[in-house]
């Protein structure tokens, strides 16, 4: 599958399709850890601490660890206001409706958290409808926080609370190439399903630790000048393309 695509561009098709984590990768902060550092009881490091070694799933892990979390709506939402995005995530998200690329976003972390967020970002159709956002459910009750997994449980042996691989395996079809966006260990079933891999921060490492070819990055820009190459696109021209785009011309 890895055949030197960063030497021969896609500028054939079928045309890649774009997955991205959220936590970590759109937003610059973890936001699940956040809510965790500020309203749950701390034992909730304990049950990470299980996670990150692999003896249990991401599903138990926010189950056990949500369920140490007091908050309210407006606290929630205060946090979640405050969370840095990524400064060069919406004009990659025009760029990807510009050229036509399918994109998702595939998440452990909460649709409620990533749907405030991209209104924010200016994201909003497909992603915040929720037809190209695969994540946990989260609803706020009467300062309750009530999870659900819709995404769980198809073909994962992981226990994944967002089953990234299994998405992107039903999502791609038969022959398009993926390209994945990540950060963290929640990525690491999802970076063996993809064709290149644009990794930072804990991912990298992974990454480098099994031998997986990625590229690192900083910003989505770098993701937009990566992705723009496997289409044979010149930089340039896309970001004349994108500001006139953005000044509605
Ligand atoms: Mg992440
Ligand atoms: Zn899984």
């Given at each position: 599958m890895k055949e030197n695509l960063s030497v021969s561009p896609?500028?054939?098709?079928p045309a890649p399709v774009v997955f991205s984590d959220f936590?970590?990768?759109?937003?610059?902060?973890?936001v699940a850890d956040a809510i965790l550092e500020q309203f749950a009881d701390p034992s909730w490091r304990k049950v990470e601490e299980e996670w990150v070694r692999g003896s249990i799933g991401s599903e138990e892990c926010l189950r056990r660890q949500m369920a140490l979390v007091k908050t309210t709506a407006k606290q929630l939402n205060a946090l979640i206001d405050a969370v840095p995005l990524d400064p060069d995530f919406s004009t990659f998200y025009r760029f990807v409706q510009m050229q036509r690329l399918p994109f998702y976003i595939v998440s452990d972390s909460f649709d409620y958290v990533i749907r405030r967020a991209l209104k924010r970002a200016g994201a909003d159709g497909e992603l915040r409808n929720g037809k190209h956002l695969f994540s946990s459910a989260l609803r706020l009750v009467r300062g309750e926080l009530h999870l659900s997994f819709?995404?769980?449980?198809?073909?994962?042996?992981?226990?994944?609370?967002?089953c990234k691989a299994a998405i992107i395996q039903r999502v791609r079809g038969e022959r398009c190439p993926v390209v994945f966006v990540g950060d963290g260990l929640s990525d690491r079933f999802a970076v063996e399903e993809a064709d290149m891999i644009f990794a930072k921060e804990e991912l990298l490492d992974y990454c480098h630790e099994k031998g997986l070819d990625c590229v690192p990055f900083q910003t989505f820009r770098d993701v937009q000048a990566g992705v723009a190459k496997l289409l044979g696109l010149e930089m340039s021209a896309c970001d004349v393309a994108l500001n006139v785009a953005a000044q509605g011309v």
């Open positions: 896609w500028n054939s098709s936590d970590g990768t759109i937003s610059l902060v973890d819709p995404h769980s449980k198809i073909n994962c042996p992981h226990g994944c609370a967002t």
